[in-house]
């Protein structure tokens, strides 16, 4: 009887094996990052492309909204005007990974880190965009009934805003719906749960992110409204006032 037991078991054991690598060879970790950018419809080089986002912060019962344009001069170039919910403009340069950040009224430009806070729980690198497959390494594969597809991202430089990025996917379609962001020590920061709307035939993700740290309780939600091509100048792209207030006038 305890043979037969064991028969059975090992058989069980068997298909739950086969049926994970049966799956797990419909999908690999870079076909779910390549597939995510690949539906957003984006040219690889980002060259010229601004994206416009609504931003809607909710903490302690305090409801705020802001507004953003992104453009993409390149991969690793780009400038944000930014529009706080009190009216309050600013603008952002970030080369690489360094940004600096000028907001009006001001008499000189202020250096930042790619973390730094933007409105509640959003960041620069929440707001510009995180790019999942050239700035981190990519862990291995799981696959699981509850959970789909779990994989984890490690940063390729010390200067990203999030160390390590825990990423999960339905089965079936490989489509992204969360993200846990977490610091050097696995600790997590936020986590952003995704859904998707239709913007012009591109499936563009809509972040809603809440706080994991200081007692969580908020909830910020980046949703972008519009997507183009449009080229600058390029005297706006330097870190100084003249260029920066230049830029932010170009924006009224």
Known sequence: MSRTLSRAASFI????????VLYSNGFTSEE??????????I??????????SLITSEKEGKRQTS????????????????????????????RENSGWIY??????????????????????????????LSDYRTGDLSLSADEGYRFLLTASSDELAYRHIDIFAHEESGEIYKMVYMDINMNPL??????????????????????????????TVLSYSAVYERKLPSSYYFPNVNSMTQFLRAMR
């Open 13 to 20: 054991i068997f298909l739950v094996l086969f049926h994970t």
């Open 32 to 41: 779910i990052l390549g597939q995510f950018y690949e539906e957003q419809n």
């Open 43 to 52: 040219p690889e080089d980002f060259s010229d492309m601004v994206f416009e």
């Open 67 to 94: 507004h953003s344009q992104v453009f993409m001069r390149n991969p690793s170039e780009k400038l944000v005007f930014f529009k706080d919910s009190g009216g309050r403009k600013s603008a952002v340069l970030i």
């Open 103 to 132: 907001s009006e009224g001001l008499r000189t430009t202020l250096k930042i880190k790619l973390n730094f806070n933007l409105s509640n729980d959003l960041n620069i690198s929440d707001l510009i965009g995180i790019n999942l």
């Open 190 to 219: 936020k986590q952003a749960d995704i859904s998707y709307i239709d913007l012009d035939g591109r499936k563009m993700p809509e972040f809603r992110i809440s706080n994991l740290v200081f007692g969580g309780g908020g909830e």
